[in-house]
């Protein structure tokens, strides 16, 4: 079936494809027709402007005549600027002819030659005169054949505005007249181009389809699981006769392969039921790993609180002792009845306070304890016995040789979805190598009981890799343990 909408997708994209070049087609006659359009726009707009120019040539010769008869007459100097001014626009416009590459016309040629060497020879002998000063009688003559000159200057220019007028409109005309032909014809290609595309897709759509009808047969066959239907022929068409290729080569296939599913299927059966036995121990085995660690206890603990309690009693410190035992039986209380993998921060926080009250006793004015805590506790869930033994830790290796003045700081803190926790003591504090070989390599040489490695131990077996174990510390400047443990199980 997905060989057969594969193949309709084939026929609907010839279809597309054949659509798709009867529009480019059309759409590059209509770009064709409006370029030439434009070009004869442009060319309308050109013969116009020339026409508005040339027109006005006899208006400037009349005012161009009496500029220099003024000037010839009264010697007025503004006389002779607007003439050499107007003699220079008369040249502009002249120029236009000469500029327009297309201009083929005799009879517009004949008229601006004449009428440019007409201009060539006033401009000479005006000048002539001009520059003489005081007119003798030589110039007097040639102020008159400059007049006369004028007059047929102003003809010549006339006829020339007629001329250029009379080829202007024919080359429009031509113009446009070719411009309708090429359209018609763009027009003719488009329909003929239209009908051959339409024919050769019914062509090929006639014997496609028949051979896709008979794929569509096989197919519903085929879903009716009867797999020794008969093989497809071949067909001319090359990309159809690859479909069919492949359709009788699924059927092989999928022949093939149920026989197969059917004899994978019991071993596979098999293969899950001991994936799911191991699956169980290796979960059972986790679970006793993390209990074991976790019911793990420090027995000298016990046995110094024990005698601590003894010579309490002894001394009389009744409301002491009664504290003692209280916190003392928290403590075991807490250890006894843990049976889940998590705890609240808040059963954790009591149990440790109750740990530092009977270590305070013991210690008196060696140890001083200080929480910080800027965490809600109800809703943080971490393993139990965590925050215990980093202070055992501290207590026992950290502050070991401290007489006196002791401190140990535990503080927590959230930082976005992580809890922060942090065990500080101004102790004896561990060398380089020595944390870098209890954090890279293992090494707990000094640890024993409920300890760091303890701790290390249950945290990757709840956590895996997301979390955080670090130790900060120098000799003589005391040591931190920092965890960083997420606030939701998973």
């Known amino acids: 079936m997905n060989l057969l909408k594969k193949f309709k997708n084939s026929i609907k994209r010839i279809i597309i494809i054949n659509y798709i070049f009867v529009v480019l087609t059309i759409i590059t006659g209509v770009v064709i027709t409006n370029w030439i359009q434009i070009i004869i726009d442009d060319k309308h707009h050109q013969f116009v402007d020339v026409n508005g120019q040339i027109a006005n040539l006899p208006i400037l010769i009349e005012r161009n005549k009496i500029n220099f008869t003024n000037y010839i007459r009264q010697g007025r100097i503004e006389d002779l600027k607007e003439y050499q001014l107007l ?7 002249l120029n236009l002819i000469n500029t327009d590459k297309s201009m083929n016309d005799f009879t517009v040629m004949s008229y601006h030659g004449s009428l440019e060497r007409m201009y060539m020879a006033q401009n000479k002998l005006s000048n002539n005169i001009i520059e003489s000063g005081l007119l003798t009688l030589d110039d007097y003559d040639s102020f008159l054949y400059v007049s006369e000159l004028f007059k047929y200057m102003v003809l010549q220019a006339n006829h020339l505005t007629t001329s250029y007028l009379d080829f202007s409109s024919n080359e429009y005309t031509k113009m446009t007249q070719k411009s309708k032909q090429i359209q018609a014809f763009i027009f003719v290609g488009i329909i003929i181009l239209a009908c051959i595309s339409i024919v050769i897709g019914i062509y090929l759509l006639g014997g496609i389809f028949k051979t896709l009808n008979t794929l569509s047969v096989q197919s519903k066959l085929l879903s009716q699981k009867k797999w020794d239907i008969e093989d497809l022929k071949k067909v001319p068409y090359f990309e159809l006769n690859n479909v069919i290729q492949a359709f009788n080569q699924m059927k092989h296939n999928i022949k093939h392969n149920i026989e197969e599913l059917k004899q994978k299927s019991s071993l596979e059966k098999k293969l899950h039921t001991e994936r799911l036995l191991n699956f169980e121990k290796e979960k059972l085995l986790r679970s006793t790993q993390i209990k074991s660690l ?11 609180t024990l005698n601590m309690i003894s010579r309490t009693i002894k001394l009389n410190k009744t409301e002491t002792s009664v504290q003692l035992i209280e916190s003392t039986s928290n403590i075991l209380r807490y250890n006894l009845r843990m049976k889940n993998n998590y705890v609240f921060l808040n059963e954790e926080l009591s149990a440790l306070k109750s740990y530092v009250y009977v270590q305070q006793q013991r210690f008196q004015e060696r140890i001083h304890f200080t929480i910080k805590n800027e965490v809600s506790l ?5 393993p139990p016995l965590i925050l215990q033994p980093l202070v055992e ?3 026992v290796h950290g502050l070991s040789n401290v007489v006196k003045g002791g401190k140990i700081i535990i503080k927590l803190s959230v930082d976005s979805n992580f809890l922060n926790i942090s065990v500080k003591d101004n102790g004896n504090g561990m060398s380089k190598i020595e944390v870098e070989n209890f954090l890279y390599k293992g090494d707990s040489s000094k640890s024993n009981g409920i300890a760091l490695n303890n701790i290390k131990k249950r945290l990757s077996l709840l956590y895996g890799n997301n979390y955080l174990f670090n130790i900060n510390s120098s000799l003589g400047k005391g040591t931190e ?6 606030t939701k199980r998973g």
């Open 87 to 93: 003699n220079q626009e008369i040249a502009k416009k």
């Open 294 to 304: 976790q019911m793990q206890m420090n027995p000298h603990f016990l046995f110094n």
């Open 378 to 382: 109800q809703k943080i869930e971490l």
């Open 393 to 395: 830790n501290a207590i």
């Open 481 to 486: 343990v920092q965890l960083i443990l997420p």
